[in-house]
């Protein structure tokens, strides 16, 4: 029989690969739209932007996070003399408008005898007067003071400049200066790269440090400081009689409050703040009264 369906097929082999296609169906494509919903998220789209906000600006922090933290690091691997060296070029004197006013000599001397309590002092400090209608005092990076001339208008006794004097040398002492400015660059460059403003160039530093003596050291910082400025007052006079009388007039005296607003808001005289000075006193040994010099 295999014989004969090969004879009707013609002999050859491809009879039956006709005869085979010819039993094979035909597939025929048949277009259909596409099912509803096919390759959309069941997610709300508000909700899947709030995630991916919530994403970015997770990564964000953590990346501001980390860089605070490695300035931190590198602080304290950059000397004092290194760190004078950097600054010595800064015209700060310009930046911040000084102004040559017959108490700056004054303000010199007082910082020198104040920085010889502190043994080993590694900076060469300067203390500069700008015109300001603001009373305020700063620490630049190198050992710059500044000092505006509504300060110098205020205090009422040398004791009361000098723990003034004595605060900013506490930052000096903790590098809280060259770790603020520090951060406020790596924090620019850092928003430079990632939102592209500013082409990622290095930040002028004494307009950043003219930016930075209108905010304030966070509270740990600035009861370092305070800690620091009073036993330098101790030192230099040998009791703490009218270190915070300056403050004290801020709290009794409303309308001086609201002038010195502008100190207040860089160097904040919190409730305890007096409060904690004098106990701090107190568990030293020190003598709270004693004769006040002029200024």
């Known amino acids: 029989m295999l014989a004969v369906a090969y004879a009707e097929a013609g002999g050859t082999g491809d009879g039956l690969a006709r005869a085979s296609s010819s039993a094979e169906p035909k597939m025929e494509f048949v277009p259909k739209a596409p099912r509803e919903g096919i390759n959309v998220s069941k997610t709300h789209p508000l909700k899947e932007a709030a995630t991916l906000i919530l994403g970015i600006c997770g990564v964000l922090v953590l990346l501001f996070v980390v860089l605070a933290f490695s300035v931190d690091v590198a ?8 760190e004078s060296k950097l600054f010595s070029s800064m015209d700060f004197d310009h930046v911040f408008d000084a102004v040559a006013d017959e108490r700056t000599e004054s303000v010199q001397e007082l910082v020198d005898r ?31 003071i500044l000092v505006t001339t509504a300060l110098l208008d205020e205090v009422e006794t040398e004791n009361e400049l000098a723990f003034v004097l004595g605060h900013e040398l506490g930052h000096f002492k903790n590098r809280d200066h060259l770790r603020r400015l ?27 440090s003219k930016e930075l003596t209108s905010k304030g050291f966070d509270r740990g910082q600035e009861s370092d400081a305070d800690r620091f400025g009073l036993e330098i007052v101790y030192e230099e006079y040998g009791h703490v009689g009218s270190a915070w009388d300056f403050f004290e007039r801020l709290a009794a005296e409303a309308v001086v409050a ?38």
């Open 114 to 144: 104040l920085a010889r309590h502190w043994e080993d002092a590694p900076y060469t400090f300067r203390a500069v007067v700008v015109r300001s209608g603001d009373p305020n005092a700063a620490a630049l990076p190198g050992g710059t």
């Open 75 to 82: 602080v304290r691997f950059i000397p004092p003399d290194m």
């Open 258 to 295: 609201q002038i010195l607003v502008a100190y207040l808001s860089t160097h904040p005289a919190s409730d305890g703040r007096i409060d904690g000075l004098k106990d701090l006193a107190v568990r030293r040994g020190w003598a709270l009264e004693g004769p006040s010099e002029p200024f």
């Open 182 to 208: 520090g951060r406020e660059v790596v924090y620019l460059l850092a928003f430079a790269a990632v939102s592209g403003v500013g082409g990622g160039s290095v930040p002028d530093l004494a307009t950043i």
